[in-house]
């Protein structure tokens, strides 16, 4: 589908030289075989297009009082900031890819 978007726009004239930069995957749920099982077609398909960073999917344990209980600020958003962190080195992967290939 992604190829197919890719070429409509070529066609059209928006671009005759657009390109796909990569792809990052995100919503991956380590937890579920589905997430890796396509991790791995993805990666199979689009080889080296897809970026090693994976945002992984907002799951906190749950937002029942229960999880809530007894948990200081700080241990409740770490994982805002684990999620923060694989942006940022999304980010800097694609940094470092688009300046190899203004190199080469």
Do not use: C, H, W
């Not at 997430?35 to 970026?51: I, P």
């Not at 241990?75 to 999304?90: P, Q």
Request: avoid cysteine.
């Amino acid at each position: 589908m992604m190829n197919r978007v890719l070429t409509q726009l070529r066609e059209a004239g928006v671009n005759p030289n657009l390109e796909i930069f990569g792809v990052v995957m995100t919503m991956f749920d380590g937890r579920t075989k589905l997430s890796n099982e396509v991790v791995t077609e993805v990666r199979k398909m689009l080889g080296s297009r897809v970026f090693e960073t994976v945002i992984p999917r907002k799951y906190e344990g749950g937002g029942s009082a229960q999880f809530l209980a007894n948990r200081s600020f700080i241990t409740i958003n770490t994982a805002r900031v684990r999620r923060l962190m694989k942006y940022s080195r999304g980010v800097f992967e694609a940094d470092k890819r688009a300046n190899v290939r203004m190199l080469a």
